[in-house]
C-alpha cells in the first residue's frame, strides 16, 4: 500500500467511540452545570420576591398599626376612650365603654371561627400538625386619604341623631365592584367620632346607620349626648371623622390553583369590614403579599404595680409566663410583627401532596402605638396600680 493512500485513511471505530464518549461526558457536565445555575437563579429570583413580599408586608402592617386610633383631628380614639372614662358619671348619655372600639387589639382564637379566619392550614413538608397558629389583628382608625374629615353644617344638640355635615358622601362612603355580586357596591364605615374642634382631649363615638351624600346628612344609632357647634363667625363647625375597621390576618392566596407548587401559597389578607346603609355589613378582602408565618407580640404595661413597668413581647393568646392572668388592648405601647416566607422546592407536586420548603426568610418589625399618649391617661397608668382593671373598659 503506498504512502499516499494511508494518510488518507479516517479515525478508526475505537477512535470514534472514545471520542463520543468524551464529547458526551463533556456535554453532560454541560448541561449539569446550566440546569445547576437554572435552578440557582429560580431560587434566587424566588428569594428575591419573597424578601420583597415581606417588605411590602410590614409597610403596610406598620403604616396602619403605627396611625391606629388616628381620626384625622386632634382627638384620637384614645381621647374619645378617656373622655367616656371621665365625664360617664356626669353625662350618662355618653355610649358606654363596652361600645367604643379600640384602637388597636389582638384577634383571639376564640374569635376564628367567628370570622372565618383559618385555625389550621396545609400543612408542609409532610408534618401531621402544625404547631404554630398564625395570629391576627384588628385595627380602627380613618384610613381616607390624609385622614378627611368633615365639619357640621349647623349645631347638634344632645338627643339628635342625624347630623349635617360637609362632603359627607365623600368621606363617610366608598364604592367598589363586586366581582361575586356583578354589581358596584357602596359602603359606610362602622363608625364615626365627633369632637369640639376648640377641645383636643373632647369627642364622642356613635355607630352608623345610614349616610345620605345628596343631603349631606349622617344618621346616627344612638343619640348624640353632648352640644356640638356648627359654623361661627366665618369658622367651620365641630368636626366629624369616619372610623374604619381593618384586620389583617394569614390565609391562602386568592388566585391560589387547585395543584401545582402555589397550592399551598398563603398570603397576608387585609379584610376591611365596612356597614351597609340602612343595616347588615360588609367584609371586602385582598391579598397584600404571600407570606407564610404572621406572629404578633405586645409590649404592655404592667396594669398591677404603680410606675407600669413594661412587660415585653407577650402573647396575646397564651399569657403563661408573662404574669399577666388577662389581656386589655388598652395596655399595649407597642407590637412587635414577625413574619416569615418560604421558598418552595418541587416545579409540579401531586394534588394533595405537601409542599417541599427549600428555605425561609424571616423579617421582624417593632411598631410603637398611641395607646398610652393622651397624657392623662398615661398618668393613670403609670402613677397608680389599675389591680388588674383597665380603666379603657
Not at 404554630?132 to 384610613?143: G, L, P, R, S
Not at 391579598?287 to 396575646?316: F, G, H, K
Request: proline share 6%; charged share 15%; glycine share 8%.
Amino acid at each position: 500500500m503506498s504512502r499516499n493512500s494511508h494518510q488518507k485513511q479516517g479515525f478508526s471505530l475505537l477512535e470514534i467511540m472514545v471520542a463520543s464518549a468524551i464529547g458526551a461526558v463533556v456535554l453532560l457536565a454541560a448541561i449539569e452545570f446550566f440546569m445547576r445555575q437554572q435552578n440557582v437563579f429560580k431560587q434566587q429570583s424566588e428569594q428575591a420576591a419573597r424578601q420583597a413580599d415581606l417588605r411590602i408586608a410590614i409597610y403596610y402592617l406598620n403604616k396602619d398599626l403605627i396611625n391606629a386610633g388616628y381620626t384625622g383631628t386632634p382627638y384620637g380614639l384614645q381621647a374619645v376612650i378617656y373622655n367616656t372614662i371621665a365625664n360617664s358619671s356626669s353625662n350618662p348619655g355618653l355610649p358606654s365603654l363596652s361600645s367604643l372600639p379600640r384602637p388597636v387589639r389582638p384577634v383571639f382564637r376564640s374569635e376564628y371561627t367567628t370570622l372565618g379566619i383559618p385555625n389550621n392550614l396545609l400543612l408542609l413538608d409532610g408534618k401531621t400538625t402544625d404547631p404554630v397558629v398564625k395570629d391576627a389583628v384588628k385595627i380602627w382608625a380613618n384610613f381616607n386619604s390624609e385622614g378627611a374629615v368633615s365639619h357640621l353644617l349647623t349645631p347638634a344638640r344632645p338627643g339628635d341623631l342625624v347630623l349635617f355635615g360637609s362632603s359627607i358622601g365623600q368621606n363617610f362612603t366608598a364604592s367598589f365592584w363586586d366581582t361575586a355580586g356583578g354589581a358596584t357596591v357602596t359602603v359606610l364605615p362602622l363608625g364615626f367620632v365627633i369632637g369640639k374642634k376648640e377641645n383636643k382631649g373632647f369627642g364622642e363615638y356613635h355607630t352608623i346607620s345610614s349616610v345620605s351624600g345628596t343631603s349631606n346628612t349622617i344618621t346616627a344609632n344612638t343619640s348624640i349626648a353632648t352640644a356640638f357647634t356648627g359654623p361661627t363667625l366665618g369658622k367651620p363647625g365641630d368636626t366629624i371623622a369616619p372610623i374604619w375597621e381593618r384586620i389583617y390576618y394569614i390565609n391562602y392566596c386568592a388566585d391560589n390553583p387547585a395543584t401545582g407548587p402555589y397550592q399551598y401559597d398563603r398570603c397576608l389578607i387585609r379584610r376591611d369590614v365596612y356597614r351597609i346603609s340602612g343595616g347588615g355589613s360588609y367584609t371586602r378582602q385582598q391579598d397584600v403579599a404571600r407570606v407564610y408565618d404572621l406572629q404578633i407580640r405586645y409590649d404592655v404595661l404592667n396594669p398591677n404595680v404603680t410606675n407600669a413597668p413594661i412587660i415585653e413581647d407577650v402573647d396575646a393568646n397564651n399569657l403563661g409566663g408573662s404574669g399577666l392572668t388577662q389581656f386589655d388592648p388598652c395596655w399595649i405601647i407597642g407590637i412587635r410583627l414577625y413574619l416569615q416566607a418560604i421558598i418552595s422546592a418541587p416545579a409540579n407536586p401531586a394534588a394533595g401532596s405537601p409542599l417541599k420548603v427549600a428555605g425561609y426568610i424571616k423579617m421582624s418589625r417593632y411598631v410603637p402605638t398611641k395607646n398610652v399618649q393622651m397624657k392623662s391617661l398615661e398618668w393613670d397608668l403609670k402613677n397608680k396600680p389599675l389591680n388588674g382593671a383597665c380603666p379603657c373598659l
